[in-house]
């Protein structure tokens, strides 16, 4: 089946350092990538949704200058946490999407990454 | 707004029981939702999935109902095991686009 890879599963980093979290198709090309991001108890919100080729599109809240996101290729989607501060730390998904069409859509989920800053 | 609830944030069940998990939503144009197991310091674990032409889907000891009519969801896991101890989160989405997820329900499965 389809496999998303992110990495890394985790990571720590000081204040004001940036931190890229990559998020690889490795057998399918995902036209469309999700990032998520996931406050202690809550539920995963949507950050921006990217396609390939073009601008990401931010949820409102999100700061873009904030969370770089990069979808160069079909198999590839980057985050890059810039200046990264302690109310970054979070835990960040990526969701896959193939060409596809209903009833699944063919998404499939990273296994997400846990990010600390201190 | 939460577009998808889970009112329960906890469930304990003896081992060898059923383990019955709501969510409810209140987007009617949802067409596809899936239900994910997360471990503690883990990313989510996919379970199993549904699309709104069908009304249930099985999967060994998982079987999600999805009832249309009444916006709701459920997962059911049986027998529960001490192995399914985790966090469950239901997710919706339309038309291929993001999921939203719910709140997710802590499972305690007793020995």
């Known amino acids: 089946g389809a496999v998303v890879s992110q990495h890394p599963s985790w990571v720590i980093c000081k204040s004001g350092t940036s931190v890229k979290i990559e998020c690889r198709s490795l057998?399918?090309?995902?036209?469309?990538m999700f990032w998520y991001r996931q406050f202690p108890k809550q539920s995963l919100m949507l950050m921006a949704t990217?396609?390939?080729?073009?601008?990401?599109?931010?949820e409102q809240g999100v700061e873009k200058d904030k969370f770089l996101i990069n979808h160069a290729s079909l198999t590839l989607s980057t985050l890059t946490v810039t200046s990264a501060h302690p109310e970054d730390s979070s835990f960040y998904i990526c969701s896959a999407r193939k060409l596809g069409t209903a009833p699944n859509y063919g998404y499939t989920f990273g296994s997400g990454t846990r990010l600390t800053v201190v | 707004d939460q577009q998808v609830k889970q009112n329960s944030p906890s469930l304990s069940v003896q081992e060898g029981r059923i383990s019955i998990l709501n969510c409810d939503y209140t987007?009617?144009?949802?067409?596809?939702f899936l239900w994910y197991k997360k471990y503690p310091a883990e990313g989510p674990t996919f379970l199993i999935s549904i699309s709104s032409i069908k009304d249930k889907n099985e999967d060994g000891r998982f079987t999600v109902f999805l009832n249309k009519s009444a916006k709701h969801l459920s997962l059911h896991i049986v027998p529960s095991q001490p192995g399914d101890s985790a966090v469950y989160f239901c997710?919706?989405?339309?038309?291929?686009?993001?999921?939203?997820f719910g709140t997710g329900t802590s499972l305690t499965v007793i020995p």
């Open positions: 057998d399918f090309q995902a036209t469309t």
């Open positions: 990217s396609n390939e080729g073009s601008k990401a599109t931010y």
């Open positions: 987007n009617s144009m949802f067409d596809y």
């Open positions: 997710a919706a989405s339309a038309f291929g686009n993001q999921f939203y």
